[in-house]
């Protein structure tokens, strides 16, 4: 996709962060492991069947790191753009991952995801035993317009 032309959306936001991960990798080697699972997007029918067939999970974030930072076991950032909602199936697969350790965020736009990878590689580790001191919900934020607040349970 050309983004010189193109109409910002959460698809060239999430291109642009893409982009700057690919640039950043001699800085932050483990961008090498960032990635998208393409569970989104419109299919005919019979391909849909079969990618649901093959484990399409609806509410899958949008990018994923899979490397472990801080108290987390992984980063999942879900891209929205201007307005964009989150579905129920995203918000349920949200709190199922955060749940299991991964640390969550809805990012509007790629400046706030690009800041959320930044501060995530830049974790050191904790040592937490059994996570009960963990504040509760810090791991399930929203993102947007360089306000954090946290997705309810």
């Known amino acids: 996709m050309r983004l010189k032309n193109a109409r910002r959306s959460e698809d060239t936001e999430q291109i642009n962060v893409i982009d700057w991960a690919r640039w950043q990798q001699g800085k932050y080697p483990e ?8 569970n989104g ?3 005919n029918k019979s391909e849909a ?6 484990g399409v999970v609806a509410g899958i974030p949008d990018l994923n790191l899979p490397v472990p930072r801080g108290i987390y076991i992984g980063l999942y950032i879900e891209m929205k753009y201007d307005g964009g909602k989150l579905q129920e ?11 299991e350790g991964h640390y969550c965020v809805v990012c509007y736009g790629a400046e706030e995801a690009i800041k959320i990878l930044q501060e995530y590689l ?5 040592d937490t035993g059994n996570r009960e001191d963990v504040m509760e919900n810090q791991n399930l934020t929203i993102h947007k317009n360089g306000k954090v607040k946290c997705i309810p349970r």
Do not use: D, T, V, Y
């Not at 961008?31 to 393409?38: A, D, N, V």
């Not at 830049?122 to 904790?126: Q, S, T, V």
């Open 89 to 99: 199936s995203q918000k349920k697969m949200l709190r199922a991952l955060a749940e």
């Open 122 to 126: 830049n974790l050191k580790a904790i």
């Open 31 to 38: 961008l090498e492991l960032l990635h998208h699972c393409p």
């Open 49 to 54: 069947a079969k990618l649901k067939q093959m």
């Open 41 to 43: 997007g419109s299919r």
